[in-house]
């Protein structure tokens, strides 16, 4: 085969994998000329995973700041298959009733939560990701107690029942009712703020 038909075929198949697989990962072909040809053969992103497969897992108590009630929500991937998760997740606290609580709600940032930048996380099975839920202590009295945690992101939609000692709650009604602070999902408990 002539030098011009070896490279002709290169290029080629280097563009058919583009176009069908995406992106490839770097494997140089030299060919009879000595000129290099590299094909990118990086595999396609993991998918998000689908509804129903991340679940909270548990939940864990984080080292905390004077003043603050928090927790940190493990999330599982309980599928076979590795998937993703991304997101500054939107929370819902309820009662034992299943009221909602109302709250400021504050994602990525504030007194006790560390503001990191949303990044694509992917769960092999059984992986695992993080999200810190705090807010201030109630100084006057709970009014009423959070019993259940609903949270919603990219790869995400599980709701579980907070432990006892999580001590997220509304205030007594004449005490300021807060600020409720979020995290953005991370891959590490220590990252989350634990």
Known sequence: M??????????????????????????????TGGSDVTVDRRAPATAYCPRGVVDVAGFRKPSRATGEWSVIAVLANGSSAPCGVRG?????????????LSFE????GGMYVRRTESTRITLDPGGRAYVKVAK??????????????????????ATARLPRWASLATCHVDEPQGRLEISTLVDSFDAAGG
């Open 2 to 31: 002539s030098a011009v038909a070896t490279k002709l075929a290169q290029f080629l198949v280097a563009g058919l994998c583009v176009l069908l697989v995406g992106s490839c990962r770097s494997a140089p072909t030299t060919d």
């Open 88 to 100: 500054a997740p939107k929370v819902e606290l309820r009662d034992a009733e299943g009221e909602p």
């Open 105 to 108: 709600y504050v994602v990525n």
């Open 136 to 157: 201030y202590r109630c100084d006057l009295g709970v009014a009423t107690r959070a019993a259940t945690v609903r949270i919603v992101a990219l790869g995400v939609d």
